[in-house]
């Protein structure tokens, strides 16, 4: 996926989880920040920032906060991008070599999934997570605790053990992470369920990303470990 007129910025502040104070050459701008995570380890006063200026006649804001660089590693924090460039990499092929449809937002059980991928051998339900945290080399998820995540992947087991492929996807936003694990310390109960589910046969697979200011890109497989 591509991100149309980036242009950098300093980090200042995060008056609250939607918007940022970013300085900028064109001034010091409020912006709307595209994940309501802590992200607490990136947004540091002084970081550097990518900003995309904002389409919406309605916007609050001129710019969207979609990437930082944390030391030399450039993060894609930008919530929504792990669906949108999961949906390309399948549509080019790279999750199953068939796929018939792509069905985003699917509601299955009493949970809306990411995406139903419909192939030769039936439905396949996929969630995909965005792993944004990262702690020398390794990437780990949740960064806060996440009662929804849980239900999805529970729901994921139900779906397996009712006779359908199921997998949960970690998008990891940056390049070169060794593995990812759940991150126990935040949430055990995410790990914990993680666990379970992939004894019951839900697939768990991990991606990092190829990164630019402008665009994010799925790369290589990165072990998962649990």
């Known amino acids: ?12 502040a995060r ?19 595209k994940n309501t995570g802590r992200c607490q380890e990136l947004l540091v006063p002084g970081a550097e920032v990518y900003l995309e200026r904002g389409t919406g006649a309605k916007r609050k804001t001129a710019y969207d906060l979609i990437a930082v660089k944390k030391g030399s590693l ?7 991008a792990p669906n949108q460039v999961f949906a390309e990499w399948v549509r080019s092929g ?5 796929v018939i449809a792509v069905r985003p937002e ?3 059980g009493e949970s809306r999934l990411d995406f139903c991928l419909e192939t030769p051998r039936g439905a396949h339900l996929v969630e995909v ?14 960064d806060a605790p996440t009662e929804r995540g849980v239900r999805h992947i529970q729901e994921l087991q139900r779906a397996v053990e009712s006779g359908l492929d199921a997998t949960l996807f970690f998008v990891g936003q940056m390049e070169g992470v060794r593995s990812v694990s759940p ?3 935040t949430h055990p109960a995410f790990g914990q369920a993680l666990g379970e589910a992939a004894a019951a046969g839900v697939q768990v697979r991990a991606y990092d990303c190829a990164v630019t200011p402008d665009s994010l890109i799925i790369r290589r497989p990165v072990p998962v470990v649990c």
Do not use: C
């Open 94 to 98: 790279g999750f199953l070599p068939e």
């Open 129 to 142: 997570k965005g792993v944004t945290l990262e702690e020398d080399g390794l990437a780990r998820f949740p």
């Open 15 to 33: 008056p609250n989880r939607f918007i940022a104070q970013v300085e900028t050459a064109e001034g010091v701008q409020t912006v709307h920040v």
């Open 74 to 80: 450039l993060i894609n924090m930008d919530a929504q």
């Open 1 to 12: 996926m591509r991100y149309q007129a980036v242009i950098p910025g300093r980090f200042l």
């Open 106 to 108: 699917f509601s299955y």
């Open 183 to 185: 991150n126990d310390v």
